[in-house]
């Protein structure tokens, strides 16, 4: 019962275009979205959420919209970079769970030149 | 001057054997938790701690043991390896127990392989 899904294993975008990453959810009560990047032998990084009380968050390149109404966030990469070929995690927290984050099974994302 | 490390990297095993996985975050946090991810890449929780004192523990089969001798480190034992066991393990720390406003920061993994 996977309560946060990420339906694209794998996206294949070209340098300077914008990549877009989904995300979709179950649980109505998660309070916070937040999307972790991950390169090959390494752990997840963080590097942007969002609260559901809001919903955009910029941060730079990156920006995360939230649709509660369909239970949806998106990661948008603009421009992608090679250096943004890593895989995608996004992740839900409840409030309250002792720090528990649920992640998505990841999005691939591969950025040619 | 990594901020979570754990040890090994690599673990390979017999079916039966008992392993321990390490870890160390350097942050000062007080929360640290591990995550383990399957063959279908998904990142799940196992156990999370704050000041050495068990908050999360999610349905793991009690083969597992979270051990937690000061606030800096959270090790792994694990009893009686089984094939399923497979995975890569995560450490992760971040500085409360909070939800999506503080960050975890992970170490880079442990890959345990059971044969």
């Known amino acids: 019962d996977q309560q946060v899904k990420q339906n694209s294993p794998s996206l294949s975008v070209q340098e300077g275009r914008i990549s877009i990453l989904n995300c979709d959810y179950t649980n109505s009560m998660f309070d916070y979205f937040l999307w972790y990047k991950k390169y090959p032998a390494e752990g997840p990084t963080f590097l942007i959420s969002?609260?559901?009380?809001?919903d955009k968050n910029e941060d730079g390149r990156f920006t995360v919209f939230l649709n509660k109404s369909a239970k949806h966030l998106s990661l948008h990469i603009v421009p992608s970079q090679p250096g943004d070929s890593a895989v995608y995690f996004c992740a839900a927290s409840l409030y309250n769970q002792g720090g528990k984050l649920i992640f998505g099974q990841g999005t691939e994302l591969s950025v040619k030149p | 001057d990594t901020a979570v490390s754990q040890t090994p990297k690599y673990l390979v095993t017999q079916m039966g054997n008992d392993k321990s996985i390490k870890c160390e975050q350097n942050?000062?946090?007080?929360?640290m938790y591990w995550y383990k991810q399957d063959s279908k890449k998904f990142l799940k929780i196992m156990f999370s701690?704050?000041?050495?004192?068990?908050?999360i523990n999610e349905t793991v089969p009690n083969r597992f043991s979270p051990k937690s001798p000061d606030k800096a480190h959270l090790n792994l034992h694990i009893n009686s390896l089984e094939l399923g066991d497979s995975a890569v393990y995560f450490c992760?720390?971040?500085?409360?127990?909070?939800?999506?406003?503080?960050?975890?920061?992970f170490g880079p993994g442990t890959r345990l392989t059971v044969l």
């Open positions: 942050l000062g946090h007080d929360t």
């Open positions: 969002i609260s559901s009380i809001k």
């Open positions: 701690y704050n000041n050495k004192e068990l908050i």
């Open positions: 992760a720390s971040s500085p409360r127990v909070a939800g999506g406003t503080d960050t975890q920061y």
